[in-house]
């Protein structure tokens, strides 16, 4: 096989059989195709697309460009949540917690990674003492005993994946529905999961901004997994602010908390329940998502999620004391308050500039080597639909840096203010499974 003959019948809109694509990626991997082949390739796919076929062909082969997580020492299905973009989403956290009270084994691998707050570890990591410096065998025999348990990524997952997406990054070729849903898919594929409950978010600070280009990523993810043998269903949400009030690391620990205990944001705690629901049907905890919603109400009613949130910290060396004692969390010296310039509805919040303005803040990464701020973020005040008078507060910011001006400014262009009454959106468009 030649590379340059494969390139051409992509250009030229035919397919790829199975041994064509892991020609592809094993060549890349191991460096005999050069990256202005595979630049060409990936350029020809943007505007040939793939078929259902091709794609789980893509998934699976760059499944196998590294390691794979086997979690079959773990009872029960092993049912894993993605949520693709979004600033400040604290589902994560809450629903590792919520769907583990009702014994659904969470075996979470998560990485620290960049962005605008750190990953779901450096966020569990605001926690006093919490670690995920945990054996692979540790990891497993918590996952089987507390039902949940959370472990670094340490291994070599997906090395294509991580090679492909540097390239496209610099391409024009991130924006490709084939790439990025074998992107997101291989890489849960690889961590061992059975089932997958994905939540693609929409609107102005999700990665897809239109509404059928994010049905259109759910759906060929949704077919990837089940390709592959891996149930998967997709909830389309909404992105046009953030979810939740907290956007950083401890502040986000905190609205989980205040989510496990009944009391969270109203969005965060209703996208957790359709989240949940799926992750408990697919793990064969209930038979219907009106009986699995049930019971997770319950199990935050009865105080059960808590107890299980309280008994995963624990079992990690994390203090658990901080559940009644949240200003245990790291806090930051200084509260700014940014105040409306004028005077309307709110109808929109542009999620990733609000996202920037918290990294700018330290509570995320801008490179690799980045320190992270866990005690620093913001904390939306009016969300969309509210209305606001000119000075009254739209966000309070968390610094531990009295210049926060830079933050100020982002956040002042991110929220959009209009002089007409504006309807909340809706909170989830869609269900795909
Ligand atoms: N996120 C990923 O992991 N991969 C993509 O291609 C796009 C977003
Ligand atoms: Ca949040």
């Known amino acids: 096989m030649r590379m340059v003959d494969l390139i051409e019948k992509k250009r030229n809109g035919k397919s790829h059989s199975k041994e064509e694509i892991e020609f592809i990626i094993d060549g890349y991997s191991n460096d005999t195709i050069p990256d202005y082949q595979i630049s060409a390739w990936a350029m020809a796919i943007y505007f ?3 078929n259902q076929q091709e794609r789980a062909f893509l998934t699976d082969a760059i499944v196998q460009s590294g390691d794979t997580i086997d979690l079959s020492a773990i009872e029960g299905v092993k049912v894993d949540k993605h949520s693709t973009g979004g ?8 629903l ?5 009270s ?9 990485g620290r990674g960049l962005g605008h707050t750190g990953g779901t570890i450096d966020k569990l990591e605001a926690i006093p003492g919490f670690s995920v410096e945990i054996s692979n065998q540790q990891f497993i025999d918590l996952v089987n005993t507390n039902k949940a348990a959370v472990i670094g990524q340490t291994q070599n997952l997906t090395p294509a994946d991580k090679k492909l997406y540097g390239l496209r990054d610099v391409t024009a070729t991130v924006n490709s529905i084939p790439l990025i849903a074998s992107s997101i898919m291989s890489k849960k594929i690889a961590s061992g999961a059975d089932a997958i409950v994905l939540d693609v978010k929409t609107g102005a600070g999700a990665f897809m901004k239109e509404l059928s280009e994010s049905k259109e990523l759910a759906e060929a993810m949704v077919r990837i997994g089940n390709n592959l043998g891996r149930q998967t269903s997709a909830v389309i949400s909404d992105m046009s602010q953030p979810l939740g009030f907290m956007i950083g690391n401890a502040l986000e620990v905190k609205e989980a908390i205040d989510t496990l205990k009944g009391h969270g944001p109203e969005d965060l705690t209703e996208l957790c329940m359709t989240l949940g629901s799926h992750m408990v049907v697919l793990a064969n905890k209930a038979s219907t998502l009106t009986e699995a919603r049930e019971l997770l109400q319950e199990a935050i009613s009865s105080g059960k999620a808590l107890e299980q949130f309280k008994v995963f910290i624990e079992s990690q060396n994390g203090d658990s004391s901080v559940i009644d ?3 245990k969390l790291p806090q930051a010296k200084y509260k700014v ?26 509570a995320g990464r801008a490179t690799k080597t980045s320190e992270i701020d866990l005690a620093v973020g913001i904390e939306l005040r009016k969300k969309i639909g509210d209305k606001v008078q000119k000075g009254e507060p739209l966000v309070t910011i968390y610094a531990n840096n009295q210049d926060v001006d830079a933050s100020k400014q982002k956040i002042v262009a991110s929220y959009e203010i209009s002089s007409e009454k504006v309807d909340v959106p809706p909170l989830v468009y869609d269900v795909i499974s």
């Open 48 to 50: 040939q697309d793939m």
């Open 337 to 362: 308050d940014v105040l409306a310039e004028s005077e309307g509805y709110i109808s929109g919040i542009v999620a990733d500039q609000i996202g920037t303005a918290a990294m700018l803040l330290g």
């Open 87 to 94: 600033v400040g989403d604290t589902t994560t956290l809450v």
């Open 102 to 110: 009702l014994g659904v084994p969470v075996a979470k691998m998560s």
């Open 325 to 327: 004692e949240p200003e």
């Open 96 to 100: 590792a917690p919520l769907v583990a």
